[in-house]
């Protein structure tokens, strides 16, 4: 067996929508086909799926393997010893916006399990890299809205008046915890982490056709049946931040099923593997080395590290300018709350942006 011991690098996924983008700048180069004319060159995308099942390993002993295969393969050796499902832990994308997606709700793992056997419920959050002057959301149901109302709103494609209307900024976090009734706007690109799933509950499209030119199917029972009315609009978090020798060092966000931080690299910082759990690098932007004892490979805006539990200490070294994305199944006290305190940060800022 391979020992998974130093970061790998992982392929992107990209998928069309009808609400998506030609234009993946500045983060991804969108890939051509080598077939003249072919049809996925004029699709437009909305989705980089950056840890997908399909997702192959371009470096290292497992290069060619998909995500999935070698989840299922090396379980705790790659996911780390916490980790006791075949899958591999986290789903993370970033998503192009031109128009808005429909309005949508996720189950959670119980709730998933009783209407969709066999799925995982869908807690969520985003992360705000750019926003433009149309850029807007749907986050939450206005107050007093009843269920019924709600319902029949959706059933006349009319639920943006039923819902709160808000204009994200860049590197704003916000949180969707399982029944938050929310729908993404046109002019965002942001990035998603979630539980390992894609189950979701569409309640409305606003009339709209899909991909084959057919309405799209909704899921007004069960998603009716999941629905959080009184969730409170959990955006614009507090930033906490900190100083680091190499930069600086942002703690997103942090919830029993994932966590966020942002590293600004602006000198070479140091890092390791955790045993407890696997991490993940998205580079956001920004090109430089990752340095190993055996040796080194460039990264670039874009790439997506896989931090095996076993990876010992590793570089990453900047050309220019690094925003990296750290994402990973966390034990909150030890991994968010602990640390912060130490480092003096206000336990109200804290506990603002940890969800236990």
Not at 5 to 24: A, E, H, M, T, Y
Not at 312 to 334: A, G, S
């Amino acid at each position: 067996m391979p020992k998974l011991d130093s970061p790998l690098q992982l392929s992107p996924v990209f998928k069309p929508k009808i609400w998506g983008r030609d234009n993946l700048s500045p983060i991804f180069t969108r890939p051509r086909s080598s077939t003249p004319a072919s049809k996925t060159d004029n699709e437009l995308i909305g989705e980089v799926w950056i840890t997908d099942d399909q997702s192959q390993f371009m470096n290292g002993p497992i290069a060619g393997m998909t995500l999935a295969q070698a989840s299922e393969k090396f379980g705790p050796e790659l996911n780390g010893e916490n980790w006791k499902d075949g899958r591999f832990p986290l789903l993370a994308k970033y998503i192009y916006t031109s128009d808005w997606l429909s309005v949508q709700v996720h189950p959670d793992d119980k709730q998933a399990a009783r209407f969709d056997r066999g799925n995982r419920g869908k807690c969520e959050m985003w992360y705000i890299v750019s926003s433009g002057r149309k850029g807007e959301l749907l986050l939450g149901v206005k107050p007093g809205v009843s269920a019924d109302k709600l319902r029949t709103s959706f059933e006349h494609g009319k639920s943006r008046r039923q819902l709160n209307r808000f204009r994200p900024k860049g590197g704003e976090a916000i949180f969707i915890p399982p029944g938050t009734v929310h729908a993404l706007g046109p002019d965002l690109v942001l990035f998603e982490v979630e539980e390992n799933s894609d189950l979701t509950y569409r309640l409305d499209d606003f009339g709209r056709m899909g991909l084959d030119g057919k309405p799209r199917p909704l899921h007004l029972d069960k998603g009716m049946s999941v629905a959080r009315l009184g969730l409170p609009a959990l955006r614009d978090l507090p930033i906490v931040k900190v100083s680091e020798p190499y930069g600086s060092h942002r703690f997103v966000l942090a919830s029993g099923f994932f966590a966020l931080e942002e590293l600004v690299l602006l000198k070479r910082g140091t890092f390791r593997g955790r045993p407890e759990a696997v991490e993940v690098l998205s580079v956001l932007e920004g090109d430089g080395r990752v340095e190993t004892a055996e040796g080194w490979l460039g990264y670039h805006s874009g790439d997506t590290w896989l931090i095996p539990p076993a990876t010992e200490n590793y570089r990453l070294v900047p050309r220019e300018k690094t925003r990296v994305l750290k994402f990973y199944v966390p034990d909150i006290d030890r991994d968010f709350r602990r640390p912060l305190q130490k480092r003096g940060g206000r336990a109200s800022k804290i506990a603002r942006i940890v969800f236990d």
